[in-house]
């Protein structure tokens, strides 16, 4: 099975919008290292507050690739429990993010058919996201730790570029908060400044167009459900 809508470029800001998902599987086809320069470049003109810039990127390759790979598939392995150094999740997830989060897990996990109360598989999985999914290229993004939350908005802004400038260069992504709470092992591969901390990891490459997961599309709420126009 092919799944001819992950392939090719976007030739508009809509069509790499809605055609932008969190994939699963990558080939090991190379990424063009002006291709790669060029979208991290022209995602650096997001707007920031005062222009303040508050991104750092470590993109990973090969051998700097293969390092963070191994150090944190070390530290997963082990069963180190997830601590990013700044909180992402709630401490209790709550109505109606509970239901949202719940589904996409196990609409991923029946399409690859992993029952429920599978804990293995779940984690082997899980494990997946570490391995960078196979792609060839991986970045992990970090901000000074004395800004504050204007600056972390900012920041979704450039990550949202990244994404979409990749898909207009026929690439596609997996933006990862798993690799937050992997901060130490992170450090201990790259050499990372102590005020930097950890905001995600993503992959970044080609679609693996015979894969399952790769199928998978989330949900939406609609426009009714979390707009409120006054007026």
């Known amino acids: 099975m092919t799944h001819p809508d992950?392939?090719?470029?976007?030739?508009?800001?809509?069509?790499?919008v809605v055609t932008r998902r969190s994939l699963r599987a990558f080939t090991a086809q190379a990424?063009?290292?002006?291709?790669?320069?060029a979208i991290f470049v022209?995602?650096?003109?997001?707007?920031?507050?005062?222009?303040?810039?508050?991104?750092?990127?470590?993109?990973?390759?090969?051998?700097?690739?293969?390092?963070?790979?191994?150090?944190?598939?070390?530290?997963?392995?082990?069963?180190v429990p997830f601590e990013a150094?700044?909180?992402?999740?709630?401490?209790?997830?709550?109505?109606?993010?509970?239901?949202?989060r719940r589904k996409v897990g196990w609409d991923l996990y029946s399409l690859m058919g992993i029952e429920r109360g599978d804990k293995q598989k779940?984690?082997?999985?899980?494990r997946r996201n570490f391995e960078f999914f196979d792609a060839p290229v991986g970045a992990v993004f970090t901000i000074h730790r004395d800004l504050n939350t204007g600056s972390w908005l900012d920041y979704g802004m450039f990550l949202q570029n990244v994404m979409l400038l990749a898909r207009e260069a026929g690439l596609h992504t997996c933006p990862q908060a798993a690799f937050c709470?992997?901060?130490?092992?992170i450090?201990?591969?790259?050499?990372?400044?102590?005020?930097?901390?950890?905001?995600?990891?993503m992959t970044i490459g080609y679609a693996d167009l015979n894969a399952i997961e790769n199928t998978?599309?989330?949900?939406?709420?609609?426009?009714?459900?979390?707009?409120?126009?006054?007026?």
């Open 6 to 16: 992950l392939s090719g470029s976007a030739q508009t800001v809509t069509d790499a």
């Open 31 to 37: 990424v063009d290292d002006d291709v790669l320069k």
């Open 42 to 79: 022209n995602a650096a003109r997001a707007p920031s507050g005062t222009n303040m810039q508050p991104w750092r990127v470590h993109i990973l390759k090969n051998d700097g690739l293969a390092k963070v790979k191994a150090s944190v598939l070390e530290a997963y392995d082990a069963d």
């Open 85 to 100: 150094e700044e909180p992402y999740y709630p401490d209790k997830f709550f109505e109606p993010y509970l239901s949202r």
């Open 122 to 126: 779940m984690k082997a999985q899980h």
């Open 181 to 185: 709470g992997y901060h130490k092992a």
């Open 187 to 201: 450090r201990s591969a790259l050499p990372l400044d102590q005020v930097e901390v950890v905001v995600c990891g």
């Open 216 to 231: 998978l599309q989330t949900e939406r709420a609609s426009f009714e459900e979390f707009v409120t126009v006054h007026g």
